[in-house]
Every structure is written in C-alpha cells, then in structure tokens.
C-alpha cells in the first residue's frame, strides 16, 4: 500500500524528466536553440577529437616554417613564434582544453552535489557545518587558490589541471544544491518512503537526486565552460598544462611573442574565437535545458 502511495505521489510531485522532453520536442521554438547550441559544440569537439586523426596532425610541435608566416597552403593558418602550424595547434588545444574542462566540469559537480545534498536534506549541525566550510571556501578568490595550487605542483598533466580547477569550483552549485534538497526532503513522497524504512543513503540516491537531476545537468554544463575559461586564464598567466598545447597557451604564447603588434592576427585570433564558441554554444545550451524543464520561462 505505501509503494501505492509513494508512486502516485511521486507522480503529481515530481518535475518528470522524460516529460520536459516530450514537451520540448513538441515545440519547436527551443527545440532549434537547444539542437542548434549541441551541433557548435559537438562540431569543435570533432574538429579537436577527430581532427588531428582524420588529417594526419599528430604533433602540433612539429616547426613547418618561420616566425608567424603568413596562412598558406602549407599552413592553413599560417604559423606561431616558433615556426609550428597554428591550425595543426588549434586541433590539439581544443582537444586540451574540452579534457580539462571535463575532468574540472564532473569534480566540481560530484563534490558540490555530494555536499549539497548530504547539508540539505540531514540539516543540523551537519548542515551547518557543511556550509560554513563551503562559505569559507568562496570567500577567498579561487584564482588565488589556482595559482597556488599550479605553483606547488612541480608537473602540471592535462589530469592534474582539470582535478586543480574542480576541486576550487564547487562551492556555488554545493549551495544550490543545498537549498533544493531542503526542499524536498519535506515532499510527501520522501515521508512515505521515511515511514517505509528507507534509510538516509538509500532516500538520498533514490528519493532525493533524482529529482535534482535537470539541476544538476544545467550545472554540469555550466562548470564546463568555466573550467575551460579558467584554464585559458592560468595558461595565459604561465601556468598552463606542461608539454601540451591549449587555447590558453597559444594565446600565451602570441602575447609574449607580440602577435597583436606585429600584425600577425592568425596567431591569437582563432583561439580567441574558439574559446567564444565553446562557451557560447555551453550557455545557450544551459538557458536552452533551463527552458525546457521550467514552463515559466518559455517563450509564447
């Protein structure tokens, strides 16, 4: 009988995942914003992913002419300081940049969903606790926290760059998250599943995250983008990825070599670019899912 209860509940409670889509896919306002934003991004993936594979470009450090030669047939987009095709380099910083972006993107989301939810939905001191620690974290500026943690490490891999960026990005989707699992431990649904002998993992994992999962992907997306952003700002300061090339690094690289005065626009104007699309077609793609899973925000 509570089983009974606890499904027709959850039925008129929760906001249904598989419904927002079938919504979404009904009406074709949203519908071209949200394909329209995942076609760009998973375009600049391939070209970063399959790129160098398709076009036999397996080392962008391979010198094919001199200092920042014009685009050519042999360069599409001419080439950097050091004589290495920038179009060989733009395929592979892409691909530097998505990896570090992802790792930083799902550190950040698990630790900040794990705290969240454990603060919101035990409450107490627990929460208490839980929060102040997540306060006291986005006091301090996480460049600093980054740059600290860049400098102490002696070899900075691609692995390394995206766990440095997560573990400093969690506090605002903790706190969101926070609020939402507060919420929703009053449900009627979590009580029946409470009074059934559900335990607080077990109504955690099964009662409570499912229901922040729309959330939870929107913030995915959204530490995504700034953990790309953000590793374009260390490498430009010096604290890149050791022995790989980035978007952040190329750009490094064309303002210590002085591309902008010297007129040589191929150097830092496709990476400046790239990075604008990337994190473009990201927020759109995160107004476009927020649309989609809150009627109120939908356009007549």
């Known amino acids: 009988m509570a089983t009974i209860t606890q499904t027709r509940t959850r039925q008129i409670v929760s906001p249904s995942f598989l419904a927002g889509f079938r ?10 914003r ?56 733009l395929m592979h910083g892409t691909r530097t940049s998505l990896i570090i ?5 799902t550190v950040a989301t698990l630790i900040g969903l794990v705290i969240g939810t454990v603060a919101g939905y035990v409450g107490g001191v627990v929460e208490e606790l839980l929060m102040a620690f997540t ?22 891999s691609i692995e390394a760059m995206g766990f440095i960026i997560g573990v400093t990005s969690w506090p605002w989707t903790a706190r969101a998250v926070r609020a939402q699992a507060s919420s929703l431990r009053t449900r009627e649904y979590v009580d029946i599943a409470r009074l059934s002998g559900a335990g607080t993992l077990s109504l955690i994992v099964s009662e409570i995250i499912p229901f922040m999962l729309t959330y939870v992907v ?4 959204l530490q995504l983008s700034s953990g ?17 090339v980035s978007l952040g690094i190329m750009l490094q690289w064309s ?34 899912i927020d649309e989609i899973f809150n009627p109120r925000l939908r356009r007549a």
């Open 23 to 32: 919504d979404f896919s009904a009406g074709g306002v949203f519908n071209r």
């Open 218 to 221: 929107m913030a995915f997306v």
């Open 255 to 288: 303002l210590l070599w002085e591309s902008v005065r010297t007129g040589a626009w191929w150097a830092f104007v496709p990476p400046t670019l790239l990075l604008t699309l990337i994190a473009f077609s990201l927020l759109l793609l995160q107004s476009s």
């Open 101 to 105: 972006g992802l790792i930083a993107g």
């Open 135 to 156: 306060n006291v974290i986005i006091t301090i500026p996480s460049i600093v926290i980054l740059i600290l943690l860049s400098i102490a490490i002696n070899s900075r």
């Open 34 to 89: 949200f394909v329209f934003s995942v076609i760009v991004f998973l375009v600049i993936a391939a070209f970063g992913f399959l790129g160098p594979v398709l076009l036999d470009r397996s080392d962008p450090l391979i010198t094919v002419g001199g200092l920042y030669d014009p685009p050519s047939s042999t360069a599409w987009l001419g080439t950097d300081n050091f004589g290495r095709d920038v179009f060989t380099q």
């Open 228 to 244: 790309i952003l953000q590793e374009a700002a260390l490498s430009m300061l010096g604290l890149g990825p050791s022995n790989n």
